[in-house]
């Protein structure tokens, strides 16, 4: 039998009212069974156990997200967009090259219950294809923060991302559709 253990230096938890927690978690090895709040010592809000992070931003009609990485901006699904979905079974992501207007389908999921396409929240050529979620879609379920679906070269960036929320008023807009809709994502 082998046993495991945890190792956590600094973790404080903020209560900011009845289902909302925010946390902030530094200098961790391991942090289960709450990874995505812990993945890369981000501030996380959760609501209705969806976690949302206030370092992306978020097209909240579309249940996507956005978080510019060096030149690129990574895009991805957000957490009541899984949960919504249910259990992943297929993830089909257009191909390095393709060129794509701000709210054009740039991938398809498939659940057990629904089946649609995910919504680019930015105009841009799609650089980098994420292989994971297509060769594992409930990757998506499990993490959909640190499962990105592809990275864009941005052509109207400046222009995109003032339709889009961040920080944290855009996790306050965000809780409160979730709360609106009675959005459980179920971690």
Not at 1 to 27: D, E, F, K, N, W
Not at 157 to 183: C, F, H, M, N, P
């Amino acid at each position: 039998m082998v046993l495991m253990s945890r190792s956590i230096r600094s973790y404080s938890v903020g209560a900011l009212g009845p289902t909302m927690t925010v946390v902030h978690c530094q200098g961790l090895k391991q942090c289960d069974p709450i990874p995505r709040q812990c993945a890369e010592g981000r501030t996380m809000a959760a609501e209705s156990e969806c976690n949302i992070p206030e370092d992306r931003y978020y097209w909240i009609d579309k249940h996507v997200w956005a978080r510019p990485v060096g030149d690129l901006v990574e895009v991805g699904v957000t957490d009541p967009a899984q949960g919504l979905a249910g259990k992943m079974l297929v993830c089909r992501i257009k191909r390095v090259g393709r060129e794509l207007k701000r709210g054009a389908s740039a991938a398809t999921l498939e659940s057990g219950k629904w089946v649609g396409g995910v919504s680019t929240p930015l105009s841009g050529v799609i650089a980098e294809v994420n292989e994971g979620p297509e060769k594992d879609p409930e990757e998506l379920n499990r993490d959909p923060y640190g499962a990105w679906l592809f990275r864009m070269t941005p052509t109207h960036w400046a222009e995109d991302v003032k339709e889009l929320v961040t920080g944290a008023s855009g996790v306050q807009e965000y809780r409160a559709r979730i709360a609106q809709e009675g959005i459980q994502c179920g971690h």
